[in-house]
Protein backbone atom coordinates (compact mmCIF):
# COMPACT_ATOMS: atom_id res chain seq x y z
CA UNK A 1 0.00 0.00 0.00
CA UNK A 2 2.76 2.57 0.73
CA UNK A 3 4.11 2.11 -2.85
CA UNK A 4 0.53 3.12 -4.31
CA UNK A 5 1.14 6.68 -1.89
CA UNK A 6 4.75 6.86 -3.20
CA UNK A 7 3.44 6.25 -7.17
CA UNK A 8 0.31 8.82 -6.55
CA UNK A 9 2.98 11.50 -5.26
CA UNK A 10 5.24 10.92 -8.08
CA UNK A 11 2.62 11.17 -10.55
CA UNK A 12 1.83 15.00 -9.08
CA UNK A 13 -1.84 13.89 -10.01
CA UNK A 14 -4.07 17.82 -9.74
CA UNK A 15 -7.62 17.66 -9.71
CA UNK A 16 -7.37 21.49 -10.79
CA UNK A 17 -6.14 20.91 -13.92
CA UNK A 18 -6.88 24.53 -14.93
CA UNK A 19 -5.11 27.83 -16.36
CA UNK A 20 -2.82 30.05 -15.11
CA UNK A 21 -4.72 33.58 -15.57
CA UNK A 22 -4.05 37.27 -15.01
CA UNK A 23 -6.23 39.23 -12.57
CA UNK A 24 -6.49 43.05 -12.52
CA UNK A 25 -9.29 45.84 -13.23
CA UNK A 26 -7.82 49.71 -14.06
CA UNK A 27 -9.71 52.90 -14.89
CA UNK A 28 -6.36 54.67 -16.10
CA UNK A 29 -4.19 54.15 -18.62
CA UNK A 30 -1.18 54.43 -16.97
CA UNK A 31 -2.91 51.57 -14.24
CA UNK A 32 -0.33 49.04 -13.28
CA UNK A 33 -2.64 47.01 -14.46
CA UNK A 34 -2.18 47.92 -17.95
CA UNK A 35 1.27 48.13 -18.04
CA UNK A 36 2.32 44.84 -15.55
CA UNK A 37 -0.36 42.47 -16.54
CA UNK A 38 -1.43 42.40 -12.66
CA UNK A 39 -1.69 39.11 -10.75
CA UNK A 40 -0.99 35.62 -12.16
CA UNK A 41 -3.23 32.82 -10.73
CA UNK A 42 -5.49 29.75 -11.23
CA UNK A 43 -8.54 29.83 -13.11
CA UNK A 44 -10.97 26.76 -13.32
CA UNK A 45 -12.80 27.69 -15.98
CA UNK A 46 -11.95 27.92 -19.83
CA UNK A 47 -10.74 31.28 -20.90
CA UNK A 48 -8.59 33.67 -19.59
CA UNK A 49 -9.71 37.55 -21.10
CA UNK A 50 -9.47 40.99 -21.34
CA UNK A 51 -12.01 43.47 -21.46
CA UNK A 52 -11.03 46.98 -22.34
CA UNK A 53 -13.89 50.11 -23.18
CA UNK A 54 -13.12 53.25 -24.51
CA UNK A 55 -14.36 56.35 -25.44
CA UNK A 56 -14.88 57.14 -28.72
CA UNK A 57 -14.55 61.28 -28.62
CA UNK A 58 -12.20 61.90 -26.81
CA UNK A 59 -10.66 58.75 -28.65
CA UNK A 60 -8.72 56.30 -26.73
CA UNK A 61 -9.86 57.40 -23.36
CA UNK A 62 -9.55 54.25 -21.28
CA UNK A 63 -13.41 54.03 -19.30
CA UNK A 64 -12.93 50.14 -18.10
CA UNK A 65 -10.18 47.57 -17.98
CA UNK A 66 -10.05 44.27 -16.74
CA UNK A 67 -8.31 40.95 -16.49
CA UNK A 68 -9.75 38.20 -15.76
CA UNK A 69 -10.95 34.38 -16.56
CA UNK A 70 -14.45 33.47 -17.76
CA UNK A 71 -16.15 29.74 -18.73
CA UNK A 72 -18.22 31.40 -21.77
CA UNK A 73 -17.17 34.94 -22.53
CA UNK A 74 -19.71 36.98 -24.09
CA UNK A 75 -17.78 37.92 -27.80
CA UNK A 76 -14.25 36.13 -28.26
CA UNK A 77 -11.39 38.60 -29.89
CA UNK A 78 -13.54 41.00 -31.11
CA UNK A 79 -14.27 44.96 -30.89
CA UNK A 80 -17.86 46.13 -30.95
CA UNK A 81 -18.53 49.71 -31.38
CA UNK A 82 -22.12 52.08 -30.55
CA UNK A 83 -22.00 55.66 -30.54
CA UNK A 84 -19.98 56.94 -27.88
CA UNK A 85 -17.79 53.38 -26.72
CA UNK A 86 -15.12 51.09 -28.67
CA UNK A 87 -15.13 47.71 -26.39
CA UNK A 88 -12.44 44.95 -27.12
CA UNK A 89 -13.47 41.76 -26.03
CA UNK A 90 -9.99 39.15 -26.35
CA UNK A 91 -10.67 35.18 -24.86
CA UNK A 92 -7.35 33.07 -25.09
CA UNK A 93 -7.05 29.44 -23.71
CA UNK A 94 -3.20 28.85 -22.73
CA UNK A 95 -1.34 29.99 -19.30
CA UNK A 96 -1.20 33.47 -18.93
CA UNK A 97 -2.07 35.05 -22.33
CA UNK A 98 -4.31 37.41 -21.37
CA UNK A 99 -1.30 40.09 -21.75
CA UNK A 100 -0.79 43.67 -23.23
CA UNK A 101 -3.22 46.67 -23.39
CA UNK A 102 -6.19 45.07 -25.07
CA UNK A 103 -6.98 46.59 -28.28
CA UNK A 104 -6.87 44.57 -31.44
CA UNK A 105 -3.89 44.61 -33.29
CA UNK A 106 -4.20 44.68 -36.97
CA UNK A 107 -4.24 41.32 -38.69
CA UNK A 108 -4.76 39.34 -35.31
CA UNK A 109 -7.41 37.66 -35.84
CA UNK A 110 -7.89 36.03 -39.43
CA UNK A 111 -11.00 35.35 -40.78
CA UNK A 112 -12.66 31.75 -41.05
CA UNK A 113 -14.41 30.71 -43.69
CA UNK A 114 -16.80 28.65 -43.21
CA UNK A 115 -17.51 25.75 -46.40
CA UNK A 116 -20.63 23.44 -46.57
CA UNK A 117 -19.81 19.87 -45.55
CA UNK A 118 -16.08 20.87 -44.27
CA UNK A 119 -15.17 20.00 -40.57
CA UNK A 120 -14.20 23.80 -38.88
CA UNK A 121 -11.67 23.14 -36.48
CA UNK A 122 -11.47 25.95 -33.74
CA UNK A 123 -8.29 26.69 -31.94
CA UNK A 124 -8.75 27.04 -27.91
CA UNK A 125 -11.29 24.15 -27.55
CA UNK A 126 -10.04 20.74 -25.67
CA UNK A 127 -11.12 17.58 -27.08
CA UNK A 128 -11.11 13.58 -26.19
CA UNK A 129 -7.91 13.40 -28.55
CA UNK A 130 -5.74 15.94 -26.28
CA UNK A 131 -2.55 14.29 -24.95
CA UNK A 132 -3.90 14.67 -21.03
CA UNK A 133 -5.18 11.39 -20.17
CA UNK A 134 -7.83 11.47 -17.32
CA UNK A 135 -6.67 10.68 -14.08
CA UNK A 136 -9.94 9.20 -12.83
CA UNK A 137 -8.87 6.02 -15.10
CA UNK A 138 -5.06 6.31 -14.52
CA UNK A 139 -5.08 6.41 -10.69
CA UNK A 140 -7.42 3.11 -10.36
CA UNK A 141 -5.42 1.00 -12.65
CA UNK A 142 -2.23 1.90 -11.34
CA UNK A 143 -3.67 0.80 -8.01
CA UNK A 144 -4.76 -2.37 -9.52
CA UNK A 145 -1.22 -3.03 -10.64
CA UNK A 146 0.56 -2.22 -7.91
CA UNK A 147 -1.57 -4.63 -5.59
CA UNK A 148 -1.86 -7.20 -7.88
CA UNK A 149 1.88 -7.06 -8.30
CA UNK A 150 2.49 -7.37 -4.53
CA UNK A 151 0.32 -10.86 -4.18
Known amino acids: MIISFI ?3 FLGINSA ?3 ICYYCTAASAYDSCILDNGVAS ?3 MTYCTIFRRELIDPPHTLVQFQRTCQETPQYINVEVNDSTHRTFYH ?4 DL ?3 GEGR ?10 VEPGKVLMVPGI ?3 ASSDFPSYI ?3 SLLLVVNLSAR
Open 42 to 44: GCD
Open 126 to 128: GSM
Open 7 to 9: ILG
Open 138 to 140: LVP
Open 97 to 99: CNT
Open 91 to 94: ACAT
Open 104 to 113: LQPNSIKPIK
Open 17 to 19: NGL
